[in-house]
C-alpha cells in the first residue's frame, strides 16, 4: 500500500502545484512590446525611412527594445510569427530547461524545401531545418564522432599546416605598408581549406586561388556558400517562395546545386578510393582516422544523411568562422596589452616557429582561450538562440504558448554592466581564473562575481548546440597562435561595425 501511496500522492502534489501556479501566471498578450498595427504587424518598422529598426542591425534594434520595453519584449511580426525576446539569463536558462528532448527552431526552411524535392540526394532537410526525432536521428548519427576531442586532434597538424602556408600567403601579399586590403576574403579561403580537410579529407588548394580561374571548384563553392547562406538570410523574412520560385529561392536553388555537384564529386572519388583499398576503419581509434573514413565505413550511416552532413559543414564552417578569427585579430589590435600577453604564453610555449603545435600544447594556452571567448562575447557569429516552443513554457511569470518563436538576446545582454563590469571593454582576463601566473595571483575585477553560463552562448547550448564546436574553436586557436606568433597585429583606421540580421 505505501509503494501505491507515495506516487499517488506525488501525481496528486504535481498537479495541485502546477494548478496554483496558472492562477498566478500573467497572460502572453500582457507581455510589454511594440504594439503592432492591424494586417501588418510590426513589419512596417523594418521598413527604411518610416521604421525605426535596421534591418542589419539586428543587435541594435534589440538593444532599443530592452531600453523601451524591459526584459522580455513580446513582438508580433505578423499574424503568423510572434517573436518573445529574451534578455535576463535566468530566463534564458528558464528556456533551456523546458525545451525537451527534441528542441525546435524555424531555420533554413527554404533549404529543408530545396532538399524535399530532391529525394535522389537528401532523405531529410539535413540538421539546420529538420525538427523533432527525423532531427534527433541525423544528429545522433554523427555527434559523437564530430564532438569527440580525440577526432579534433586528428587535425591539428593538418590545420597548423594550412596556417603556415596562409602566413606564407601573408609575406607575399602584404602592400608596400605591410598591410593586408581586404583581409576577410583571405579568411574564406582559409576556413574554406580547413573545411574541405575536415569534411572530405581533402586539400583544395584555396590558398592558390589567385591562381585558379573564376570557374574553379573552389571558387565556384565560396561563392555558392556566400550565395546560399545570404538566400537562406532572405527566404527566412518572407513566406513567398513557398507558393512560387522567387527570386530569391532561385539565388538558394542555383547556389545549392553548384555546391551538390562539386562535393558529389569529392565525395565520390574519396568513397571509391577507400573501397578499393579495402579501407574498413569504423572501429579504429579516433585519433588514428580521419572522420570521413570513419562515417564512409559505417554501415549504419546513409550516404544521404552523410552527403547532406558534408554540405551543411561547408555551409556552417566558411563564414562564420572566418568571421571570429577576424574579430579576434581585429580585438588584438586595438588592445594591445592583451597581444602582448598573448603573444608571451604563446613563446612560452612554443619557443620556436617550427615547434609543432599538438592538442596537449594548445590545452596549455590558457590566456588564448580566454581571447577566443571575450571576442565571441563581443561580437559573436549570431546575436542570439533561437527557439519555437513544443509545448506551452513558463518565461519571467507569463504564459508562452506552444508555436511562439523565443530569441535569448546573448550579445545584447553580454553587453550589460549588471552582468560584465566595463561590459564594452575587450578584457580576456574576464574568462582566467584568479589563481596563477597570467593574472599574478591578483583579482581582474572585470571578472569578479559569479557569472551566469547561459549568458555567452557563441555555438547555441544543449541537444542543439552546433556539431562543429570543437573543430571552430581548435580551428580558430591554432590561428591565433601561429598568427600572433609571427606578427604584430595592428589596425590604424575607424572602428569596424557588425551588420547582421
Given at each position: 500500500?505505501?509503494r ?13 502545484t502546477?494548478s ?21 504587424g ?6 527604411p ?8 542591425e539586428?543587435d ?7 531600453r ?60 539546420f ?9 541525423l ?10 576531442a ?7 597538424g ?56 573564376d ?8 561563392r ?13 523574412m518572407?513566406d ?10 532561385k ?15 569529392y ?11 579495402g579501407n574498413?576503419?569504423?572501429?579504429d ?18 550516404r ?20 571570429s578569427?577576424?574579430f ?13 600577453r598573448l ?31 571575450e ?18 513554457m ?93 606578427f ?14
Open positions: 500500500m505505501k501505491l501511496l507515495r506516487p499517488l500522492l506525488r501525481r496528486t502534489w504535481s498537479s495541485l502546477i496554483r501556479d496558472n492562477d498566478i501566471l500573467k497572460p502572453f498578450d500582457a507581455i510589454p512590446g511594440p504594439k503592432p498595427l492591424p494586417a501588418i510590426n513589419k512596417w518598422r523594418y521598413l525611412l518610416i521604421g525605426e529598426y535596421k534591418i542589419h539586428m541594435v534594434n534589440s538593444e532599443l527594445k530592452l523601451k520595453y524591459g526584459k522580455v519584449v513580446r513582438e508580433v511580426i505578423d499574424k503568423n510569427l510572434t517573436i518573445l525576446h529574451v534578455f535576463d539569463p535566468k530566463d534564458m536558462e528558464a528556456v533551456f530547461r523546458q525545451e525537451g528532448r527534441y528542441p525546435c527552431r524555424r531555420s533554413h526552411r527554404a533549404l529543408l524545401k530545396y532538399r524535399a524535392d530532391r529525394p535522389h540526394l537528401y532523405s531529410s532537410g539535413g540538421l531545418p529538420e525538427n523533432g526525432v527525423k532531427w534527433y536521428d544528429r545522433r548519427k554523427f555527434q559523437q564522432r564530430l564532438m569527440s580525440a577526432s579534433v586532434g586528428y587535425y591539428v593538418e590545420c597548423e599546416t594550412i596556417t603556415a602556408q596562409l602566413i606564407r600567403y601573408i609575406r607575399d601579399k602584404r602592400d608596400s605598408r605591410e598591410e593586408m586590403v581586404d583581409f576577410l576574403n583571405d579568411l574564406y579561403l582559409w576556413a574554406l581549406e580547413n573545411t574541405g580537410v575536415l569534411a572530405l579529407d581533402s586539400r583544395l588548394g584555396c590558398l592558390y586561388a589567385d591562381q585558379l580561374s570557374d574553379s571548384d573552389v571558387k565556384r563553392l565560396i555558392a556558400a556566400h550565395e546560399t547562406n545570404e538566400a537562406v538570410m532572405r527566404t527566412e518572407t513567398a517562395w513557398q507558393t512560387s520560385d522567387t527570386r530569391d529561392y539565388s538558394l536553388v542555383s547556389a545549392q546545386d553548384t555546391m551538390a555537384e562539386i562535393i558529389d564529386k565525395l565520390s572519388a574519396k568513397s571509391a578510393s577507400q573501397g578499393s583499398s574498413n576503419s569504423a572501429g581509434d579516433h585519433q588514428k582516422t580521419s572522420i570521413l573514413s570513419h562515417f564512409l565505413s559505417d554501415p549504419h550511416i546513409d544521404k544523411d552523410l552527403f547532406a552532413m558534408i554540405v551543411d559543414l561547408f555551409l556552417a564552417g566558411i563564414d562564420t568562422t572566418a568571421f578569427a577576424g579576434a585579430l581585429y580585438h588584438l589590435s586595438r588592445n594591445t596589452g592583451a597581444q602582448h603573444r608571451q604564453e604563446i613563446d612560452s610555449i612554443l619557443p620556436t616557429r617550427d615547434t609543432p603545435l599538438t592538442p596537449e600544447l594548445l590545452a596549455r594556452m590558457t590566456y588564448l582561450k580566454a581571447c577566443v571567448k571576442t565571441m562575447r563581443l561580437t559573436p557569429v549570431a546575436f542570439g538562440v533561437g527557439r519555437v516552443t513544443t509545448s506551452e513558463t518565461i519571467a511569470g507569463y504564459r508562452v504558448p506552444k508555436g511562439t518563436q523565443i530569441i535569448t538576446e546573448n550579445q545584447v545582454a553580454s553587453r550589460q554592466p549588471e552582468y560584465f563590469p566595463d561590459p564594452k571593454a575587450y578584457v580576456p582576463e574576464r574568462w582566467l581564473k584568479m589563481s596563477g601566473s597570467l593574472t599574478g595571483g591578483g583579482v581582474c575585477p572585470a571578472a569578479a562575481g559569479k557569472r551566469s553560463p547561459f549568458l555567452v552562448l557563441p555555438f547555441g547550448y544543449g541537444p542543439r548546440m552546433c556539431i562543429g564546436r570543437r573543430f571552430a574553436e581548435m580551428e580558430i586557436y591554432v590561428f591565433l597562435a601561429k598568427v600572433i606568433q609571427n604584430r597585429i595592428e589596425m590604424q583606421y575607424e572602428k569596424n561595425k557588425i551588420i547582421n540580421s
